[in-house]
């Protein structure tokens, strides 16, 4: 079982940052699972963000968010982040973060159904 926790959200102008962490809480020590970041904005499907294989730090990213995002991970701290610069309006969504059970994230990473933990989300939102 893992349990995740997100933070970070807020409200910035177009062309700001923000950070998201996602805390993750569980009882095994996992070597290397795929855990990922998507969003959801209203009346829209989960979409993936991005996604990074704990084992070795390999990253991945929606195309719609390459070069504005990054991910990254402090595994002394079970932490998962979201860095976003040059935030766009379209960009605003609830953010969740996800962690599979499996190890490896290539070719899978973009589905949903890869993650099997995910947290209660926190909301982005960017203004023009």
């Known amino acids: 079982q893992v349990q995740l926790v997100e933070s970070g959200g807020g409200s910035v102008q177009a062309g700001g940052s923000l950070r998201l962490s996602c805390a993750a809480y569980?009882?095994?020590?996992?070597?290397?699972?795929?855990m990922g970041w998507f969003r959801q904005a209203t009346g829209k499907e989960r979409e993936e963000v991005a996604a990074i294989l704990t084992g070795d730090s390999t990253t991945y990213y929606a195309d719609s968010v390459k070069g504005r995002f990054t991910i990254s991970q402090d595994n002394a701290k079970n932490t998962l982040y979201l860095q976003m610069n040059s935030l766009k309006p379209e960009d605003t969504a609830m953010y969740y973060c996800?962690?599979?059970?499996?190890?490896?994230?290539?070719?899978?990473?973009?589905?949903?159904?890869?993650?099997?933990?995910w947290g209660q989300g926190t909301q982005v939102t960017v203004s023009s």
């Open positions: 996800a962690a599979s059970p499996w190890s490896i994230c290539v070719g899978l990473w973009t589905f949903v159904d890869h993650y099997k933990y």
């Open positions: 569980s009882e095994y020590t996992y070597e290397s699972i795929c």
